[in-house]
């Protein structure tokens, strides 16, 4: 069972600044892409930003110039800056590994909460 481990996160001001880490433990063979995805309260879970090994990204429009979505693939690890922050990113953040066979795997969740 691969597990995803997060770290970052946490309570910034408008206009401040994030990083999101997601580390797995260990390679899965079928993996489409890495990313992360967010819901807010009452709200339906969202794309942030995915990233395949071969470094090619895709982002939410409400994200798109002001996060960047990275990854190494020799530590299975993704990383997000988030910049320009904006009350309405606040939210808890996924970590998620995306298969072309099976299920996807989710770390357990981040809060990022972005004070006005």
């Known amino acids: 069972q691969v597990q995803l481990v997060e770290s970052g996160g946490g309570v910034v001001q408008a206009g401040g600044s994030l990083r999101l880490s997601c580390a797995t433990s260990?390679?899965?063979?079928?993996?489409?892409?890495m990313g992360w995805y967010r819901q807010a309260p009452g709200k339906q879970r969202e794309l942030v930003a995915t990233?395949?090994?071969?470094?090619?990204?895709n982002y939410g429009d409400s994200v798109k110039g002001r996060f960047t979505i990275s990854r190494d693939n020799a530590k299975n690890s993704v990383t997000l800056q988030m910049n320009s922050l904006k009350p309405e990113d606040t939210a808890v953040y996924y970590c998620?590994?995306?298969?072309?066979?099976?299920?996807?795997?989710w770390g357990q969740g981040t809060q990022v909460t972005v004070s006005s």
């Open positions: 998620n590994l995306d298969r072309w066979y099976g299920l996807p795997y």
């Open positions: 260990g390679s899965v063979a079928s993996e489409k892409a």
């Open positions: 990233i395949t090994r071969g470094g090619r990204s």
